[in-house]
């Protein structure tokens, strides 16, 4: 079979381009071989966030987070949609500095921030321990459940003529790629979303699995407002140590708290490091003690696709004509997914993206 | 007998017995409602569906049918 | 601070207890565990067993899962513990099968066990008026039982056609306790039995008030008490890493899991009743203390009384009409109010849990992964701790 463009995984980066390339006007196939959404799409926080570790990353999360907040009218409710914004939290006054700066940074971009100090803290988040110094409140961040949100835009785009391919690629050729079945798909553009998976076919790539545990609560309504996260988790999570938890909590629309966040390199098992988790977990509860009496219905781990830079991979892959690259989102890939689409959308049909591309092309890489 | 409240009504039945049968003796069948809001009660009567849920002493989220009754306790089925 | 066991047995009921007191005869250092406030499991709940004598007792306790190898963390009546072992012996029996039909989340529709516990544990029922359905021995277990406490029992509706039934009472010859047990209902239950016949739907409003069965009667009732037979209990073996097959714990003759020393006995190794529970029980708590000639003299005794389960589960096989029982609005999901037409479109199980919610409540699929492998041909695979709903504080502990 032909089409204009194959797309490799159906997880939110895989949706995110084929929903963007049909709407430029191309036929998509896309070829998943798990179940929609269920690799890393299935084990993230789902957090809408911008960052701002670099200018690169703010412009894309930035981007990232407009493209999903024009969708939110349209979404359907098991979207999970909820626009309930972040605080990020400082637990002294050097953290209180990083809130002042941040504060500057983000109103010189336009970004709606509001400072608050302990007392509106503790007002904001009563379930929060006492002594914390204030937090960075920025109310345009927002939660979607990713799993729906894959099988949502695969859905736009299959109205659009994209198909389905439930099969797994194990090789990609020049202009073509090949299927456990025998079959092949030609195509003159190849783009490769697969994840943490991508070193299993292109085994260059610089992309390392990183694991995280996660954890979530039965249903506390009213217990958490917003998505909290320690400032801290700035100095662990973006370092590049073998292991590191932060206190990272979620509330779903469930009523349910979903309990992160821990990094992992070099790990490659599935299962739950019941100690570490524990760890992730005892970092919470230092933070919240009230959490102490919550039950957890289930943990699990995912993997996040990370690159050297913490930046990822979108472009055309170097000295593979036709091949292009979208993964390597290691912790942020729900958030820049829209924007990954649209980046590799805008190339294949040449016309001029919203934000410079170059940061994120896989060239920046030596081969 | 254990005496212990459900939703502030005073019931007492024998020791051994556990909390959900205390939930149907105060005149009750629903333990809990479901998260369309349907009434629900226990199914299995062992510590598996998480039917017979409620609050117990401010805890939310407890089997009842798998806790036995204690002198005093203050059972809610309000919550969720 | 974990505390320190040669030999542990999660499980109090039949298997556990036979292996505890095969254990105790070698070992000073047996531990039982189990859940529920008393010793005996489901089908002695209530009846005052009491452990063998040398065997450390945790009631109320519950295993959560593996914290590493050789230690597992629990829950002891709400304080969490840890627990290290030599040797550990899995007993942690069966549930039963739950089968959705429009009705059965009306409160007052129960399991067919699920009744039975709850009189068990207090509840009110002289003079109720108890419909008794769904399929195998058990359902007349649970109507002699209420009747004895001066229920009203209505019906006892075998799903199972009378040809197969009879051919399987006319087999119990064989296992003359089996039949005594079973089939000792005497004439007033007797009177109630129908065989081919299973509920279509129950109806009421806000709790169960009638139902309608298969020959289109409709019966006023106070409970339905409703099981399709029993799903044996594998999830921790499967946190173990223990290999699982068709849902059920592989074993070797010494009732030896394939992870090294751990054994397990009764249920989860397939439904057997209680007879073979005990026996493998025995042999699992003989083989982990090394004694493998007592192990092994109770091999003969095993190939016995496995014939029953054999043919118990040709006879009660579950009809095909069972399956079509659900309307597109019926409720499969319990926890998560997920309806049926919700799940059709998807063909695994991890495609429904992730897209519908199905399986993701507090009982993560223990009631309608089995249905929705009996409605749809998909079963949950493998689990993930806690294996229980476990407080944050108690899986924040660690050793140190
Ligand atoms: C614990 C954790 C928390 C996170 N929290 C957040 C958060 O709050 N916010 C945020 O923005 N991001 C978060 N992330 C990151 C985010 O989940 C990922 O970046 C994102 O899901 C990546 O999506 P993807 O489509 O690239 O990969 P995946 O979702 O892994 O999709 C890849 C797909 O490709 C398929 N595939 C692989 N190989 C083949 C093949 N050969 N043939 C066919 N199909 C194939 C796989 O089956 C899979 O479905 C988190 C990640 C983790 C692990
Ligand atoms: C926002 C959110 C809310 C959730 N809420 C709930 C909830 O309320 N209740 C609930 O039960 N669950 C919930 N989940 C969890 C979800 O259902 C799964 O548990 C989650 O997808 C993790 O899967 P698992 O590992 O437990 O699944 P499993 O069923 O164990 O499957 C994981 C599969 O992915 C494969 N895999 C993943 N990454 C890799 C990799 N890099 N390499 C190789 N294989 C890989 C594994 O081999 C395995 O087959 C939620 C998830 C999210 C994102
Ligand atoms: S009735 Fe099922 S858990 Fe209590």
């Not at chain 1, 926080?45 to 911008?50: A, E, K, L, Q």
């Not at chain 3, 079973?182 to 109806?203: C, D, E, I, N, Q």
Request: hydrophobic share 45%; proline share 7%; glycine share 10%.
């Amino acid at each position: 079979m032909t089409a204009d463009a194959v797309v490799i995984g159906a997880g939110i980066v895989g949706a995110a381009c084929a929903d963007a390339l049909s709407t430029v006007g191309l036929r998509v196939a896309v070829v998943e071989s798990r179940v929609i959404g269920g690799g890393a799409t299935a084990a993230g926080m789902g957090h809408i966030v911008v960052m701002d570790d670099s200018e690169a990353q703010f412009a894309l999360t930035h981007y990232s987070q407009q493209l999903w907040r024009t969708l939110s009218p349209e979404m359907p409710a098991e979207l999970e949609w909820d626009p309930s914004g972040t605080l990020w939290v400082a637990a002294d006054e050097e953290e209180m500095q990083a809130v002042a700066h941040k504060h500057a940074y983000y109103v010189a971009r336009g970004v709606n921030v509001e400072v608050l100090d302990a007392a509106q803290l503790a007002d904001a988040e009563p379930n929060l321990r006492r002594g914390l110094h204030g937090a960075l409140l920025i109310p345009g961040d927002s939660v979607v459940y990713a799993p729906c949100a894959a099988a949502w835009l695969l859905a736009r785009a299959q109205l659009r003529r994209a198909s389905l391919l439930a099969d797994r690629v194990i090789s990609i050729g020049r202009h073509s790629v090949h299927l456990t079945t025998g079959d092949r798909i030609e195509s003159p553009n190849i783009i490769l979303a697969s994840g943490a998976w991508a070193r299993e076919l292109l085994p260059a790539i610089p992309v390392r699995p990183r694991k995280g545990h996660l954890a979530i609560t039965a249903r506390y309504p009213g217990f958490l407002r917003r998505q909290l996260v320690e400032l801290g988790y700035l100095k662990s999570a973006h370092g590049h140590d073998t292991e590191s938890v932060a206190f990272n909590l979620q509330p779903r629309t469930t009523g349910q708290l979903l309990i992160g966040s821990s990094r992992q390199y070099d790990v490659t098992h599935t299962s739950i490091d019941a100690p570490f988790l524990a760890r992730m977990l005892r970092r919470a509860i230092h933070f919240m003690p009230a959490l102490e009496h919550l039950r957890v219905i289930r943990a699990w781990t995912g993997f996040r696709a990370a690159t050297p830079d913490s930046l990822p991979l979108i472009g055309p892959a170097p000295g593979r004509e036709g091949l292009w690259l979208a993964t390597g989102h290691e912790g942020l890939g729900i958030t820049t997914s829209l924007a990954t689409g649209r980046l590799i959308a805008d190339a294949i049909a040449g016309r001029t993206p919203a934000i410079p591309p170059e940061p994120y092309l896989p060239a920046r890489f030596p081969q | 007998m254990i005496r212990l409240r459900v939703n502030g009504k005073p019931v007492s039945l024998p020791e051994g017995s556990v909390v959900a049968a205390a939930i149907a003796l105060s005149g009750l069948d629903a333990t809990r409602s479901s998260v369309r809001g349907e009434p629900r009660g226990p199914l299995c009567g062992m510590g598996i569906c998480f039917e017979c849920r409620a609050t117990i002493d401010g805890q939310p989220h407890q089997r009842t049918c798998q806790i036995p009754v204690r002198q005093g306790m203050e059972v809610s089925t309000d919550a969720g | 601070m974990p505390a320190n066991f040669e030999v542990v047995i999660v499980g109090a009921g039949p298997a556990g207890l036979a292996a505890a007191s095969a254990a105790v005869e070698r070992s000073r250092r047996v531990l039982l565990i189990d859940d529920n406030p008393a010793p005996g499991g489901q089908i002695w709940r209530g009846e005052g067993r009491q452990p063998p004598r040398g065997v450390e007792t945790w009631l109320e306790t519950q295993v959560l899962g593996p914290l590493r190898p050789g230690l597992l963390m629990a829950d002891r009546a709400g304080v969490p513990a840890q627990i290290s072992y030599e040797k550990l012996i899995l007993a942690t029996g069966a549930r039963e099968r739950f089968l959705p039909f429009p009705g059965w989340t009306l409160p007052s529709v129960m399991g067919a066990g699920g009744l039975q516990a709850l009189v068990k544990g207090g509840l009110a029922i002289e003079g109720k008026r108890v419909v008794v359905a769904g399929t195998g021995p058990l359902l007349l277990a649970v109507a002699a039982y209420l009747a004895k406490r001066n229920a009203r029992i209505l019906l006892v509706a075998e799903q199972a056609p009378r040809q197969r039934v009879l051919r399987f009472t006319a087999n119990l010859w064989r296992q003359p306790a089996k039949l005594a047990q079973a089939f000792s209902m005497g004439r007033y239950l007797a009177l109630k039995y129908r065989t081919g016949l299973w509920p279509v739907s129950a109806h009421g409003n806000g709790k169960l008030e009638e139902i309608l069965l298969s020959n289109s009667r409709r019966l006023a009732c106070d409970y339905l008490s409703c099981g399709f037979g029993l799903v044996p209990n594998s999830e921790l073996a499967a946190l173990l890493g223990c290999r699982i097959a068709t849902g059920e714990v592989l074993v070797d003759e010494f009732q030896r899991t394939t992870r090294e020393r751990i054994w397990c006995a009764g249920e989860p190794t397939g439904i057997g009743g209680a007879e073979l529970s005990i026996i493998e029980g025995r042999i699992a708590g003989y083989a982990a203390t090394g004694d493998r000639h007592s192990a092994t003299s109770l091999f003969t005794a095993r190939m016995r009384a496995s014939r029953f389960p054999r043919e118990m589960d040709s006879a009660f096989s579950l009809r095909p009409e069972l399956r079509r029982l659900v309307h597109p609005g019926t409720i499969i999901c319990r926890c998560e109010d997920v309806r049926f037409s919700q799940l059709t479109s998807h063909t695994t199980w991890r495609a429904m849990k992730l897209h519908t919610r199905c399986g993701m409540g507090p009982c993560q699929g223990r009631v309608c992964g089995p249905a929705v492998e009996f409605l749809l041909g998909c079963a949950p695979e493998g689990a993930r701790p806690p294996l229980y709903p476990a407080t944050v504080s108690q899986l924040a502990l660690d050793r140190q």
